[in-house]
């Protein structure tokens, strides 16, 4: 019976709630709070903006998990694409990312980024930290959510949410109506983003 | 207020159809709201039409307007006219924090609106900001969403933001016609001119305010098609940040992390 009641109690204390505030916030905003202050460096080191982009794209393939937000982002559509599709939309989608995202980062002043919380997904396979940033055009602070995911290798981010709304779901939907006007195949957003990336278009 | 219980009645109609009431509620999904964009979304041929006239609209009267507006607006005016129009909304955001029972939210609002009007020369001036005062804006729309009431279709109206069954009903009949002073200061005085004009005022400073925010994102999509709904998707992500005021960061991450990990065992 004593045996019993520990291993109980062990297992209440253990419970989801008791695992959730053992959760160290520490590592995932040191993480938030490293990547700001590397992006504070290229804009003040570097002046040549070709320079300055080619190094925000090389931190971005460091930290952004590119496969894993190219499946979100098509949904119910990557499991009917070929080999072929998947893969090419994975490249272009990057590269869409790489350029949508290098110069609104430099834009953005993140000396002063608050980095004041974070928490774990329900699964635990997902961290979210929260920062403030100040709105260039405004001077208001503006609320910036950073969705990462932890695999061994480290943190890697999958999703911003600015002031609640994520980007990665936002282009899911819009992913999801082209892809659904053109007839259900995926080589309607590819053709999107083939444009929007300038890529060459690939051999049937 | 035989108008208003017409209006009241075609949103009873309308929002506790049994065919909405199949959407996730807004209290234990929130993220699933935003997902299910058919569900969400059952008026979209209609809904489409209205967008694109909207955009019409927008790319030959509305857009030129503001422009012309943002030209003449000295740039020393653009934080005191936006003061000034938020500080009228303070009386609405003080009420439907009450109804709410989000008790510590209507006392800022309330300081807010007295503050401001006072010290703050009209609203023209954020004082009660400067002493972290914070905004705590609120509509009907979101004290309806509080109280449980589904969101209904999703609906594009004719120069008027996306909405839904319930936030229009919410914001245009209720906090527009109901619930706001100046509705009574207006008619009391006969000055219903003043009160559109004010309305049609602050449309124009929202719209000043973000010409470049605007062209930037239509250019993100492929086409107009699209941006419909790019805007759709994003117009509910808002709505529900502003409705859980920023308080569900959990529940909307596992509907995420499913997604996220749907190919994982």
Not at chain 2, 149 to 166: C, E, L, N, Q, W
Not at chain 2, 241 to 255: D, K, L, T, V
Request: contains cysteine; negative net charge.
């Amino acid at each position: 019976m004593r045996s019993f009641l520990t291993v109980l109690a062990f297992f209440v204390c253990f419970s989801s709630g008791a695992w959730a505030q053992s959760f160290d916030k520490q590592p995932s905003m040191a993480y938030i709070k490293g990547l700001s202050e590397k992006v504070v460096v290229i804009a003040k080191k570097e002046q040549d903006k070709k320079i300055q982009d080619d190094q925000v794209a090389t931190l971005l393939n460091e930290n952004l998990a590119y496969e894993r937000i190219a499946r979100f982002v098509l949904g119910k559509h990557w499991a009917n694409a070929t080999e072929a599709e998947k893969k090419e939309f994975v490249d272009l989608y990057a590269k869409s990312l790489r350029l949508a995202y290098s110069r609104q980062i430099l834009s953005v002043d993140l000396k002063d980024v608050q980095v004041y919380d974070a928490f774990v997904s329900p699964q635990g396979q997902m961290v979210t930290v929260k920062t403030k940033v100040i709105n260039p055009d405004s001077g208001q602070p503006v609320a910036i959510d950073w969705r990462l995911i932890a695999p061994p290798e480290g943190y890697n981010i999958v999703d911003v949410l600015v002031e609640g709304i994520s980007v990665a779901s936002s282009q899911r939907s819009e992913y999801a109506s082209i892809i659904q006007r053109g007839g259900g195949k995926v080589e309607a957003v590819l053709i999107k983003l083939r444009q929007d990336t300038q890529a060459p278009v690939q051999n049937p | 207020m035989k108008r208003f219980s017409l209006i009241f009645f075609f949103f009873v109609f309308w929002a506790w159809n049994p065919a909405y009431a199949q959407t996730a509620s807004d209290q234990t999904g929130p993220s699933d709201v935003c997902q299910d964009m058919n569900a969400y979304d059952p008026w979209e041929g209609w809904n489409r039409q209205v967008f694109a006239f909207n955009l019409f609209m927008d790319d030959y009267l509305i857009k030129p307007l503001a422009q012309g507006y943002d030209f003449i607006r000295p740039d020393f005016m653009k934080k005191p006219l936006n003061n000034f129009y938020d500080n009228l909304h303070e009386p609405l955001n003080t009420v439907n924090n009450l109804l709410q029972g989000e008790w510590k939210r209507a006392g800022d609002s309330w300081t807010r609106f007295f503050v401001n009007s006072t010290f703050g020369v009209l609203g023209l001036f954020d004082v009660a900001g400067d002493e972290n005062v914070q905004v705590a804006r609120e509509d009907f729309g979101q004290t309806l969403a509080v109280w449980g009431v589904d969101h209904g279709a999703y609906f594009v109206i004719p120069f008027y933001k996306p909405s839904t069954v319930r936030d229009a009903f919410g914001e245009i009949a209720v906090d527009g016609f109901l619930l706001t002073p100046w509705y009574y200061v207006a008619d009391n005085n006969d000055a219903m001119g003043w009160y559109y004009g004010r309305l049609a005022g602050e449309f124009l400073e929202v719209r000043a305010d973000n010409l470049e925010t605007f062209d930037n994102l239509r250019k993100t999509a492929a086409d107009d098609e699209s941006f419909y709904a790019l805007i759709r998707s994003l117009s509910c992500q808002k709505r529900q940040a502003e409705i859980h005021n920023g308080r569900f960061e959990e529940n909307q991450s596992a509907g995420f992390e499913q997604e996220l990990f749907a190919d994982q065992p």
